[in-house]
């Protein structure tokens, strides 16, 4: 899948982790491009109350919870509905053939009739 170019460092990142499990066609392409940049942005909240804590003063002085904590959770909801729409079109792995088990010839006589003895008894 084509990656588009407006994507920041950690979209693109996300991109190039994602984009091979699932199909090259416009909505899945739309909807990874939506879930980069919710990743991204959810990330960059996280940073930011990482480095400024999770509650700040407001302009009067009063003490807040931050605004990135929302900003994150919107994000994570939104990538959580990405993910489902994308696992519609998750490709399909592709299975190499079944390996034989080892197993010890079959012999069979003149009439194709394998092991008589057992059928005997």
């Known amino acids: 899948m084509k990656k ?4 920041n460092d950690v979209s693109k990142k996300k991109w190039d982790e994602l984009a091979g499990l699932y199909e ?3 909505i899945a392409k739309d ?10 942005r959810m990330m960059e909240a996280e ?3 990482n480095e400024k804590g999770m509650l700040y003063k407001n302009p009067s002085g009063k003490v807040e919870a931050s605004p990135m904590i929302s900003i994150s959770n919107t994000m994570q909801t939104q990538i959580k509905k990405h993910y489902e729409t994308l696992d519609r079109y998750k490709k399909q792995p592709v299975r190499k053939n ?3 088990e080892d197993s010890e010839p079959v012999i069979s ?6 092991d008589l003895d057992d059928f005997y008894g």
């Open 31 to 40: 909807t990874l491009y939506a879930l980069c940049q919710c990743y991204s």
């Open 4 to 7: 588009r170019k407006d994507l």
């Open 98 to 100: 079944d390996e034989i």
């Open 24 to 26: 090259s066609n416009d």
């Open 109 to 114: 006589n003149e009439l194709g009739l394998t």
């Open 47 to 49: 940073q930011h109350m």
